[in-house]
């Protein structure tokens, strides 16, 4: 199947970016034959908790280095100059519009899939881009996924579900590995490693 003038979008908070995430994208872009790859690094994810968070600008510069020997990856600051929280479909309809021709294509891993009933207008979004999911160890989609009513007609269409080398790792497992004095190396890019250590990420203890 060769899609034309494919542009994949890959949301995420990145606290840090990992090779998960790089190998998500380039595996969705190959296949699909994607012009290219924008990482969006959300400065206000809905669903956590931005006291926990790593400062936008950190998270927005360690994917700048992680994708930077990559030539199909880019990155877009919307989440980060947009005030308020981080809504998937503002940021879809921003590049609808910037792109009026372009397949555009939302990037996820499983268990975004998961909690999609529960974004923001997901019943908009749906008709303003497609959705590549990517196998993530761990999650699985329940068939009971597939019997809700209402939403999953719309979006099985636009739907793709793609198996990818299964990589078990979070942003979360690497903080508190760096937590815990563990190392992280081949984890992520040696450029967001060293950035970490370097203004002394993650380094905060859960002990009060
Ligand atoms: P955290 O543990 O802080 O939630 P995370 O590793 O899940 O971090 P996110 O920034 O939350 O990373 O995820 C961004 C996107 O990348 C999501 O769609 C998520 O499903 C996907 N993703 C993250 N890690 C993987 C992985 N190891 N395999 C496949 N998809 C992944
Ligand atoms: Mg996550």
Redesign the pocket.
Known sequence: MVFLSALGI??????P?????L??AEWVRSEFNMDKVVFI??AS?PH?DEGDMTPIEHRYRMVELAIQDNPYFEISPVEKERKGKSYTVDTIAYFRERYPDKDLYF???????LSFPTWKKPELLVTLCSFV?????G?VIPASFWEKEGLLPLLQPKLYILE?P??????????ERIKQGKSVKYLLPREVEEYIYKHSLYRRSYDV
């Open positions: 890959m949301g995420g908070t990145f606290d970016v990992h090779i998960g995430h190998l998500a690094p959300a994810p956590k990037i996820m891993g499983t268990d975004s899939l999911v990517v196998s993530r160890p999650y990818m299964g990589m078990d790792i979070s942003s979360s497992e690497i903080r």
